[in-house]
Antibody, heavy 126, light 112 residues
Framework: EVQVVESGGGLVQPGGFLRLSCVAS????????MTWVRQAPGKGLDWVSY????????YYTDSVKGRFTISRDNAKNSLYLQMNSLRAEDTAVYYC???????????????????WGQGTMVTVSS | QSVLTQPPSVSGAPGQRVTISCTGS?????????VHWYQQLPGKAPKLLIY???NRPSGVPDRFSVSKSGTSASLAITGLQAEDEADYYC????????????FGGGTKLTVL
C-alpha cells in the first residue's frame, strides 16, 4: 500500500522546537518531491515547505523561513521538518504529502499532492 | 486571506448539481498553472480529488468534473450524495514568490 505516516507532534512552549518525521512506504520515495502542509484548528490548508527528490531544491512559505528546515533521507524513506523558535500561530495539524509532478502541453510543470498522511498535531502553548 | 478565493459554503439537495468556484490571478491560474482539487471529509486528511484537466485518481467517480478559464476554475459535482458532504480546497502554483504552492480557503459543502 502506498502511504506516508507522520510522527513527532506534541505540545511545546513558545520558542521551543520539534522535529516531525514522515516515513514513506509502497513507492520509490527517492523519485518523488515531497511537501509539508499544515492546517490550523478550524482553518484551511496552508503550504509550508517543499523539497525536491534529491533534496537539492528547497522552498518555504515566508512565515517559517529561518525557523523551519525541511530535509530527507532517501535511504530511510523519510522526510523531516525541523521546527525551531515555535510560535502560537504554528499550532496546526502538519501533513506530509507526496507531490505528483507532470508537465502540461505547454511544458509547464505542475504539482498535485496525491498521497497524504494522517497528520500530526503540533500545539504551541505555555 | 488566501491567494485563491473560494466561497465559504455551498449546499444542495441529493441528486442536484453544485459548483464551487476558485478565483486566482495572473500569477497563478492566469499564468497557466493547473488547478487541483482536494476533498477533506470531517476529521480526515485531505484527499486528491481531481488534478489538472479532470484527471481523477482511481476510485473518484466521474460525478466530479472541473473547468478552468482565465484566472478562475470550478469544481462541479453532479448527482449529489450525502457522502459528498465535506470541505473542498483548490490548489495551484503561484509565481509571485519563488516556490509557492497556494490553496484556496476551502468550501464547506452541505448536502441538505
Amino acid at each position: 500500500e502506498v502511504q506516508v505516516v507522520e510522527s513527532g507532534g506534541g505540545l511545546v512552549q513558545p520558542g521551543g522546537f520539534l522535529r516531525l518525521s514522515c516515513v514513506a512506504s509502497g513507492f520509490t520515495f527517492s523519485s518523488y518531491e515531497m511537501t509539508w502542509v499544515r492546517q490550523a484548528p478550524g482553518k484551511g490548508l496552508d503550504w509550508v515547505s517543499y523539497i525536491s527528490s534529491s533534496g537539492s531544491t528547497i522552498y518555504y512559505t515566508d512565515s517559517v523561513k529561518g525557523r523551519f528546515t525541511i530535509s530527507r533521507d532517501n535511504a530511510k524513506n523519510s522526510l523531516y521538518l525541523q521546527m525551531n523558535s515555535l510560535r502560537a500561530e504554528d499550532t496546526a495539524v502538519y501533513y506530509c504529502a507526496r507531490a505528483y509532478v507532470y508537465y502540461d502541453s505547454s511544458g509547464l510543470k505542475n504539482d498535485a499532492f496525491d498521497i497524504w498522511g494522517q497528520g500530526t498535531m503540533v500545539t504551541v502553548s505555555s | 486571506q488566501s491567494v485563491l478565493t473560494q466561497p465559504p459554503s455551498v449546499s444542495g439537495a441529493p441528486g442536484q448539481r453544485v459548483t464551487i468556484s476558485c478565483t486566482g490571478s495572473s500569477s497563478n491560474i492566469g499564468a497557466g498553472y493547473d488547478v487541483h482539487w482536494y476533498q477533506q471529509l470531517p476529521g480526515k486528511a485531505p484527499k486528491l480529488l481531481i488534478y489538472g484537466n479532470s484527471n481523477r485518481p482511481s476510485g473518484v467517480p466521474d460525478r466530479f468534473s472541473v473547468s478552468k478559464s482565465g484566472t478562475s476554475a470550478s469544481l462541479a459535482i453532479t448527482g449529489l450524495q450525502a457522502e459528498d458532504e465535506a470541505d473542498y480546497y483548490c490548489q495551484s502554483y503561484d509565481t509571485s514568490l519563488s516556490g509557492s504552492w497556494v490553496f484556496g480557503g476551502g468550501t464547506k459543502l452541505t448536502v441538505l
